[in-house]
Each structure stands twice: as C-alpha cells, then as structure tokens.
C-alpha cells in the first residue's frame, strides 16, 4: 500500500508540472500575440505629429528640453516681417478741358441748331408753296430720289417747280412733324435723317428722309445763309406702322 501511495503522488505531482508547464508556454504565446497585435497596429494617432512618432518618449527624455538650474537663457525671438509703411496719396490734378476740343463742341451744337433751323423751314416752304424761300435753301444742282421720280435720280429745281405750281391750285392743308431726327456733321457737310408725319385732312401718312446739307457761308450770321440742301432721299409715302 506504501508503493502504491507512493507511486500515486509520484504520478499527481507529474501531472501537476507537465500542467504548469503547459499553462506557462500558453500563457507566453498569448502575451507574445497581443504585443504583436498591438506593435502592428495603424499608428493614426502618432501620424497626426510626426515630430512625436519620431522620437521615442522616455522619462529622461522628458526633462531634456529644461535649461539646468542656475542657468538663464535669453527668450527666443521670432522673425516677423516688416510692417509696410503707408504712403500719402498722390496729388491728383483736375483734367483741364482743351479750349480746341471746347471750341468744336460749341461749333458742332450750333451746326446742330442751324441745321434743325434750316431743315424745318424747307419743309414749311414745302407745305406752304413758298418759292422764295425754298430757291434760297435749296442748291441749284441739287439731286433726289423720291417716288415722283419713279426710282430715277433727278437733278435740279425744274423737276420740283412743277410741284410747287400744283400746289397753288387749291390742294387741302397739311402739315408735317418730324420723328426720330438724327444731325451729324462732317466738317462742311452735314446729314439728317428722320421720319416725317405728314397730315392732310384727316389722313396722316410716313415718308423716311435723309437731307444732304453743304456748308456754303461760314461767316454768315443768318442759319439760313450757312447750308444749302444738295441731295435728299425721300420714301413712298405710307399710312402702316412698323
């Protein structure tokens, strides 16, 4: 009974050891894996300071960076750049208007009055017969196309003087208005353009005309003695708008 009590704790405690060893050999393969995992592991809070990640921190390490006691050390200046200095703002100088380019504004407002002037006595004439007036405005070589001509371009007062004459025999009243009108002026000759309204009884008709005017007295005093119409352009005469 001794040998077998014996032999029976001599083979619990080998039971026991090959147990503890084997628990131990686990317990190492378990800790070896986790450092693994762990040292393996995506750094994504060490990629966020780089100068960090970089250097191993340590206990010693950490007191490095302080000056040793009894030692001062000047603060750390830091380069900044320059302010910039204002500067006062230049002197503008008001532009003085050219007293040439003055004097041909004031020229071309008064063309622009004289030939408004002149323009609407010779379609007064026309509408009243005046004669004298008209061979006074009109040059005597003057050309037109107007529906009368029947597309020809007539030249001289003869072709007009028939009008006139027609004019006298008793026709209705009119009177005419004018649209829209546009002056430009090119030196000694002058065009205007416009739409002229013409009343007769109770009809109104359009015609679109273009007038020719040649600077022919600049030293005269009178609007009328200053240009003379030297070509006109008259459309057929028509009741629909658009």
Known sequence: QKRLGGARIDHIFEATTSCCSRFR???VCQASDCIYSISNKPQQHRAADPARSSTPMSFANSFSSFPPPGTAQAPRLVD???RPVPRAPEATVPA????????DQLR???DVRDL????QR??????????LTYSVLVDDGV??????ACGHLVTGKAFHKYYFELEAGGEPASASTIVEPRYRVFGDAAVVTYVRLQQRGRATTRTEETRVWRRCDAASD???GRWRLVHFHRSAPSNAYG
């Open 222 to 224: 009178a609007a009328l």
């Open 116 to 119: 408004e002037i002149v323009n």
């Open 25 to 27: 050999r686990a317990f």
């Open 122 to 131: 010779l379609l007064d004439a026309i509408q009243s017969g005046d004669k």
């Open 80 to 82: 900044t750049p320059p």
């Open 143 to 148: 050309t037109a196309f107007e529906p009368e």
């Open 96 to 103: 003085v208007p050219s007293p040439i380019g003055a004097a």
């Open 108 to 110: 071309d407002q008064q």
